[in-house]
């Protein structure tokens, strides 16, 4: 009896080898899967930008380690079925337990907001004329390289157009609604100070340059206590900064306080980091207010309603389902004038278009696409009611699209220029088509963003 109870039971490996192998084979069978280049996604809808390509190969890339990083980043980001992986993996994580509120990304730091600029001539002037000699022989070089290309151009003036995809940060998520995390760069704010006021010193003084600086939805929706805890910059104090620190000459229009004030309606998207037309139409009030113009009243419009969408804050956080299973609504408003316009795209290419475009049948990540055309560098709007020679220009990102369809009724010509893509100067643009007003909109990620504002000051200083 002491003899069998120390005998040790035998262990049964049948089982064990068998998932061994069912792993094994797993393993292999995805690695192979990988391994076909067609099932390789080259673009991704839901993120709406182009996959890492796989790197060149030299010699000198292979020997320090940067042509091994680049397939392994090309291997990541392309991995077939990509989207749907991401998808099924927040899905998963989401079974950990209720999570009705979540952070996508690092909520990082953000500069204070001051209540004033300082100057800095009294610390940089002493160096100024140290580097002045410096300065001359790259403002050469720079001439001479834009002598050369005028010329290829046929000595039409066009600036060198660098892609800057917009980024909306890190995401809180909060039931179905998902919000951008805002963060002040007082650098940035500076430049777009100064592109703004400059090109109103370089106009006639027959020409009102107004700017516009929009709230995203986390400064309207969410209320400063959380705000805070999440990190966020006061975005009115950002916007009252930009404005107490602009020319003189600058007309800035209020956009803040009118939103908050209809805060309780639809105004900003759930699932998409732009405002709605709505939003889009209460600081346009603002504007025609500003002017001295009575708006016209929102039940005169026609309106095209466009249902499942989904838009960029879906992608940004990381495919969340709430945000899929309560897809927005886009209701668009018909100008009273016309729907007719037409853009310049980036080959130079003039395409005749709608203001306001049915996209019903399009994918519900492009359905913000409706308004004028998307992102185009350069639109042209006439309103056959008027000809008493009046004009505008818009200069704008995205957050601009939305808001041009209500212009079109106050003006014989609308311009629309979006300054990432715009290839040319905005000085002789305005004189060239006569313009007497010049609307500047941003919403205030956009321009307190240097990569996006360095365009701004491109065109006002080409």
């Not at 006439?382 to 939305?402: L, Q, R, T, W, Y």
Request: glycine letters at 4%; a negative charge.
């Amino acid at each position: 009896m002491e003899k069998r109870r120390r005998r040790k039971k035998k262990k049964d490996y049948k089982y064990t080898k068998y998932k061994i192998y069912a792993f094994s084979a797993a393993l292999i069978l995805t690695a192979i899967v990988a391994l076909i280049i067609p099932l390789r996604p080259k673009e991704s809808k839901v993120e709406k930008r182009s996959l890492t390509k796989f790197p060149a190969f030299s010699v000198q890339s292979f020997l320090d380690g940067e042509f091994l990083n680049g397939v392994s980043t090309w291997y990541a980001d392309t991995f077939p079925f990509r989207e749907t992986l991401l998808a099924g993996n927040t899905r998963y994580r989401g079974l950990y337990g209720i999570r009705n509120n979540q952070i996508h990304g690092s909520i990082q730091a953000a500069d204070a907001v001051p209540t004033k600029r300082i100057s800095l001539t009294d610390i940089i002037l002493p160096n100024i004329q140290r580097n002045m000699e410096s300065l001359r022989e790259s403002m050469r070089e720079a001439v001479s390289t834009q002598q050369a290309a005028d010329a290829a151009n046929g000595g039409v003036r066009r600036r060198q157009i660098k892609s800057v995809p917009e980024q909306v940060g890190s995401v809180y998520v909060a039931d179905d609604t998902a919000f951008s995390l805002y963060g002040f760069t007082q650098d940035a704010a500076n430049q777009y100070i100064d592109a703004i006021s400059a090109l109103a010193n370089k106009v006639d003084d027959d020409v009102t340059v107004y700017d516009i600086v929009v709230p995203i939805s986390t400064g309207i929706y969410l209320d400063e206590k959380l705000q805070n805890e999440l990190g966020c910059s006061d975005e009115q104090a950002a916007i009252q900064y930009i404005y107490d620190n602009m020319d003189g000459k600058v007309v800035t229009i209020d956009a803040f306080t009118t939103l908050k004030n209809h805060s309780d309606q639809y105004l900003y998207f759930r699932t998409d980091h732009h405002w709605t037309a709505l939003g889009a139409y209460y600081t346009y009030c603002q504007l025609m207010k500003e002017k001295g113009v009575t708006p016209t009243p929102l039940g005169e419009y026609e309106t095209m309603v466009f249902d499942n969408f989904i838009g960029t804050l879906y992608a940004a956080s990381n495919q969340t389902p709430s945000l899929a299973e309560n897809p927005d609504v886009i209701t668009a408003y018909i100008p009273l004038a016309t729907n007719e316009m037409t853009y310049t795209d980036l080959d130079g290419n003039v395409v005749d278009y709608d203001i306001i475009h049915d996209v019903s049948d399009w994918n519900s990540d492009s359905k913000y696409n409706c308004f004028i055309a998307g992102d185009q560098p350069f639109e042209e709007i006439h309103n056959p009611n008027m000809s008493d020679g009046s004009s505008c220009v818009i200069i704008k990102e995205s957050f601009g699209n939305a808001f041009v369809p209500f212009l079109v009724d106050h003006y014989e010509t609308v311009y629309v220029v979006d300054y990432r893509y715009y290839p040319e100067g905005l000085t002789a643009l305005i004189r060239d088509r006569n313009i007497k007003d010049v609307v500047f909109l941003n919403n205030i990620s956009a321009a307190t963003t240097s990569s996006l504002v360095s365009n701004i000051t491109e065109i006002v200083n080409y």
